[in-house]
């Protein structure tokens, strides 16, 4: 089972960019769908984007769509998720998950989790 751990979290003002970064040990990340998930105080987790393994197509929730871009490269063993013209409302803490997959259009995420980043916004 892959072992992940999220990084690249932090403050930034609205309008900014982050990437983070999701590195795996114990397994390659190749044979995997990765998906980036988030979850806001108060709120549940929701998905964010995927990509599908063996060269598949990325998939993002409406709210981040033209703003979030997802990749891998699977050299490094690590998915990225480039974040562009943050707003508030995407402060939350974000989470990598390994091996995941769609269900009647609904992404289910497995039970392989990164620890989390946190990425605040400020107005």
């Known amino acids: 089972q892959a072992r992940l751990v999220d990084s690249g979290g932090g403050l930034v003002q609205a309008g900014g960019s982050l990437r983070l970064s999701c590195t795996a040990s114990g397994r390659t990340l190749s044979i995997y769908n990765m998906a980036w998930f988030r979850q806001a105080p108060g709120k549940e987790r929701e998905f964010v984007a995927a990509?599908?393994?063996?060269?598949?197509?990325?998939h993002y929730a409406d709210s981040v769509k033209g703003r979030f871009s997802i990749s891998r490269d699977n050299a490094a063993n690590t998915v990225y998720l480039q974040m562009n013209s943050l707003k508030p409302e995407d402060t939350a803490v974000y989470y990598c998950n390994a091996g995941g997959g769609f269900q009647s259009s609904i992404y289910s995420p497995s039970e392989v989790w990164g620890q989390g980043t946190q990425v605040t916004v400020s107005s």
């Open positions: 990509d599908m393994r063996a060269g598949g197509s990325a």
